[in-house]
């Protein structure tokens, strides 16, 4: 079975750690759409041409959805649409994909993410999560012993 890369945006492709962040994100229309991308962004989209990386995302609501779709139409035009997922926060991001593509995650899938919580429950599941590791990644729930990701560009290794 040819290996499935799922990606995070927010913290993992996406600069999160703008002012204010967690009091606009819901309610300011184009919060999304104007973050920034991490170094190593048009590496990400040049892989993509290969069609096994996709995209699960959380959004709290429709007008973050669009700006998330613009996000990723700008940085990652190679991203097949049929790869994209967004849910809602706090969804099980394991069970989205499952349910969404018919598939049982196993060792070909991954899940490039900063947030640990995803991280264990999509081992739970079956598949290996990558630990996207930035000056602002998410350590609180528990060390991380698993795959790292300091560098967009060392995400060749993985494809
Ligand atoms: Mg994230």
Do not use: H
Not at 6 to 34: M, W
Not at 90 to 109: M, R, S, T
Request: a positive charge; aromatic letters at 10%.
């Amino acid at each position: 079975m040819k290996k499935k890369i799922f990606l995070d945006l927010d913290g993992t492709l996406a600069k999160f750690n703008v002012p204010n962040a967690l009091e606009r994100f819901d309610k300011e229309e184009g919060f999304f759409s104007k973050l920034g991308a991490y170094k190593g962004i048009e590496i990400v989209n040049e892989l993509a041409k290969n069609n096994n990386l996709f995209v699960i995302s959380a959004s709290p609501n429709e007008q973050a959805d669009k700006d998330k779709m613009i996000w990723l139409e700008k940085f990652l035009p190679n991203i097949n649409i049929n790869n994209i997922t967004i849910c809602r926060i706090g969804e099980n991001k394991a069970k989205i994909i499952q349910d969404k593509y018919n598939i049982v995650i196993n060792d070909n899938c991954y899940l490039l993410d900063d947030y640990t919580k995803n991280l264990n429950e999509w081992e739970s599941f079956g598949g290996k999560g990558i630990k996207r590791i930035t000056s602002v990644a998410d350590n609180s729930t528990k060390k991380w012993q698993g795959l790292e990701l300091k560098q967009l560009k060392d995400l060749v290794n993985f494809v």
